[in-house]
């Protein structure tokens, strides 16, 4: 009976502006749904959420709507999710557009809540903002519009509430913004933020854990720290076993070998360009190796050519070698420099190789 | 104050409102949903600064309502028989598009075969969808094929740089054609084909030219635009120059996470294609920092791979000797020049000029590298152009037509 395609005379009749308009969308909105029209429901969600936003502005001093904001804006995205998911599958309609709108539209209602300067902390709408962060979170990722997270990691920054939204909140937020800063190469940053959200997510809530840890991984990785077996197996993860062996033998070949493995999953996630960032810790890993075999400080740089060759790692020679021996060296990760002459590589005498955690 | 304003918010139903004259007047982004979106498309046309400068873009084109009907061009000659007679009668015909032997005259005449259709900004009050005017899908394909083969690919024509003025105008009006028609298809991809070859081909030959005859950012911008309009077409059905245009691509675009995370998802047949293979070998010689391996790798580059990564070379020269004044920094050590060059893929003195630029200390045969002596020059005091092959504009000549014609 709520299902109708054309309520608005009824709600008319029922209700003051803009409440009309907004249920009158609500019912057809159903009413799409129902019928499997999601394109047609994004449609009329908008204009819920446009209302809504009408009689949101006009309430001073009140944030009693707040969970209805959260209701409606969700819904918004979820609709344009599944429009243009349906749209792609007819071949119709350009990744992104209809996500883009979407979070027009939610920047509207953050503008609404991050502006609420008057009222109480208990009656302000600034309790609205995380939320809406994350939802807009969650679009920007999925467009890859990341340099739009900026200002609203900023406006949260400079909140006095940051720190007393809701855990959940926080755990979605920190999960986010640790992506983005493994994104920008941040990784110290990243590891705070991921670390934050793996520890304060339930722990019944397997799948959003698993999650964080997905993105966890690789940055402690490159830190310099290997997760135990056991976690993988408790996450299901144990795609990363192979190549976190790999990592700490130093073993090229099985990195490559691991990667190419599971190449799918790890390019669905977002995350193989940061593993293969891998390597040059396991060039270093390697080079550490030797020079632990051969006990001298001042190292043939054949040696590595051989180690190298001894990887499977085809197609290098000596000034390849040289190459990545600057870079480790230009990064910190050795300490000492090459005399191309003697063809030596001459590391310091103390701690040549400083732990990875120290660097980078 | 409050007005009835009549909307069409929902599409299948005109409603009553009512808007305040707040929400009318305002500009702020917020109220655009609260008007009809007809009225603001008009306000969008007069004038109003916007980014885009009025350009004609897909997404402004997309946002017209559903019920207009798509422009069908009707146009059958490369240049649409109105704005023929109209530069012709005001002396506006481009050297390239008139009679030979009366380009001295006080009016020349147009040479029907050679006229292209300008490109022209949209305004208000000027209607660019008049059938007339368009061209079809096919016609466009054939002006392209006229401005990059007969034109760009010649060598009767000097300079390349008015050359490249004249092509570069006239397929971007091609192009324009397409949006407001919302061409897709195969002809589109060819046309697209043909304009980032001839944008990156372009890109290469007028590198390092004033900014008055090229402007590498402006061919940037048109370069990107054709690119990711072209990607996103390859999306639908199978196209025969596919890898090649991916591969391109990826160089053009080396270093963007972006371009190789869109790789990388690409399917099997595509990533596996020996052109997508070697520009990712490339790009992870360039994650991974090694710049000895990305220039060894760039020497099996074709010509035109090397015009779409070649302006990411000279950064990676420079990156080799950061590295290199830092791993080989010691006072007493020395490093052939020679050598040096050659990993530099250089000539000897050229090799030397680069070091002096950036603080590499060169002495005769040797170079002494050293951390602290490394300066990152201010740019544009060594030239990317002075890495380049040498050549005249004769010698261009000859590769041009190849080379832009490639995949003719």
């Known amino acids: 009976m709520l299902q109708l395609s054309s309520p608005e005379e009824k709600c008319q009749q029922l209700l003051e502006p803009p409440y009309d308009e907004m249920v009158a969308a609500h019912l057809r909105c159903t009413f799409a749904v129902s019928n499997h029209d999601f394109v047609e429901a994004y449609k009329c969600q908008t204009v819920v959420v446009q209302s809504f936003l009408k009689a949101f502005q006009a309430h001073k001093e009140e944030n009693w709507a707040l969970p209805i904001m959260f209701a409606a804006t969700l819904d918004l995205r979820i609709f344009a999710n599944n429009a243009e998911q349906q749209l792609q599958s ?85 999960y986010y913004v640790g992506r983005k800063a493994m994104f920008d190469s941040d990784f110290k940053q990243a590891e ?70 599971h190449e799918t999953f ?10 293969e960032k891998l390597k040059i810790i396991t060039y270093r890993n390697l080079f550490k190796k030797v020079y632990h075999l051969l006990k001298t400080h001042q190292l043939p740089l054949d040696a590595f050519l051989v180690a190298l060759k001894m990887m499977k790692v085809e197609d290098v020679d000596i000034d390849e070698v040289q190459c990545i021996l600057a870079n480790l060296i230009y990064m910190g990760h050795i300490k000492g420099y090459i005399s191309h002459q003697h063809q030596k590589l001459v590391v310091s005498k103390q701690n040549p190789f400083p732990p990875l955690s120290s660097v980078s | 104050m409050t007005y009835n304003c009549l909307t069409t918010g929902d599409q299948s139903e005109l409603s009553l409102r009512q808007v305040t004259s707040e929400e009318l007047l305002s500009t702020r982004p917020m109220n655009k949903t609260a008007m009809s979106s007809a009225w603001h498309q008009s306000r969008r046309g007069r ?12 997404e402004r084109v997309e946002e017209q ?38 380009e001295r005259d006080r009016l020349p005449r ?64 091609v192009r324009q054609d397409m949006i407001i028609q919302r061409v897709s298809g195969p002809d589109c991809v060819a046309v697209l084909e043909k304009s980032v070859r001839f944008l990156l081909y372009a890109s290469y030959r007028l590198c390092g030219q004033q900014l008055q005859y090229f402007d590498p950012r402006i061919n940037d911008t048109h370069l990107q635009e054709c690119l ?45 294609s020996p052109a997508v293979r070697l520009a990712l070998a490339v790009s992870r010689a360039h994650m991974e920092r090694n710049p000895v391996r990305l220039l060894r790798l760039a020497q099996r580059l074709d010509f035109i791979q090397v015009c779409a990564v070649h302006r990411h070379l000279l950064p990676c020269r420079t990156d080799l000797l950061l590295l290199y004044s830092h791993g080989h920094s010691s006072r007493n050590c020395r490093y052939p020049l020679q050598r040096l060059a050659r990993l530099l893929f250089l000539k000897d003195t050229l090799a030397a000029e680069l070091c002096q630029v950036y603080g590499v200390n060169v002495t005769g045969e040797w170079v002494n590298f050293s951390k602290s002596s490394f300066t990152d020059a201010v740019s544009g005091e060594l030239q990317c152009r002075s890495m380049h092959e040498p050549l005249d504009d004769e010698q261009w000549n000859c590769s041009a037509g190849s080379v832009i014609h490639g995949c003719a």
């Open chain 1, 90 to 174: 007819k071949g119709k309609g350009k990744v992104g557009d209809m996500l883009e709108k979407a979070a027009e539209q939610l920047m509207s209602c953050f503008r609404v809540c991050a502006s609420d300067n008057r009222a109480g902390i208990d009656d302000s709408k600034k309790w609205g903002m995380l939320f809406l962060i994350n939802q807009l979170f969650k679009i920007y990722f999925k467009i890859n519009k990341l340099h739009l997270c900026k200002p609203l990691i900023r406006a949260i920054d400079s909140s006095n509430l940051k720190d007393d939204y809701s855990t959940a909140q926080r755990v979605t937020y920190k």
């Open chain 1, 192 to 261: 705070e933020y991921l670390a934050f959200s793996f520890t304060h997510c339930h722990r019944s809530c397997q799948r959003n854990k698993r999650l964080i840890l997905i993105y966890l991984l690789p940055v402690k990785m490159l830190l310099g720290h290997m997760p135990t077996h056991q976690l993988l197996k408790k996450y299901d993860l144990m795609q990363f076993a192979d190549v976190t062996k790999a990592v700490s033998e130093g073993n090229l070949l099985l990195l490559n070998e691991a990667l190419v493995k």
């Open chain 1, 266 to 275: 790890f390019i669905r996630c977002g995350i193989f360009l940061i593993l």
């Open chain 2, 47 to 58: 004038g109003h600064r916007h980014k885009e400068q009025g350009r004609v873009t897909r």
């Open chain 2, 65 to 102: 309502r559903a019920e207009d009907s798509v422009p069908h061009g009707t146009c059958m000659t490369m240049c649409p028989a109105y704005e023929l007679r109209q530069r012709e009668a005001q002396n506006r015909l481009h050297r390239f598009e008139m009679v030979a032997d009366t």
């Open chain 2, 110 to 173: 147009a040479d029907v075969s050679r006229a292209v259709k300008e490109y022209s900004r949209p305004a208000a009050g000027k209607d660019s969808t008049r059938a007339s005017d368009l061209r079809p899908p096919s016609v466009l394909l054939k002006t392209a094929c006229h401005l990059v083969d007969d034109i760009a690919a010649s060598s009767t024509f000097q300079p390349w740089a008015e050359v490249y003025s004249f092509v570069f105008d006239r397929l971007r009006s």
């Open chain 2, 228 to 272: 990711s309009w072209l990607l996103e077409s390859y999306r639908d059905g199978k196209h025969q120059h596919q890898e090649e245009f991916q591969a391109l691509s990826l160089l053009y675009n080396l270093g963007s996470t972006e371009a190789i995370q869109h790789v990388l998802e690409l399917p099997e047949r595509i990533r596996s």
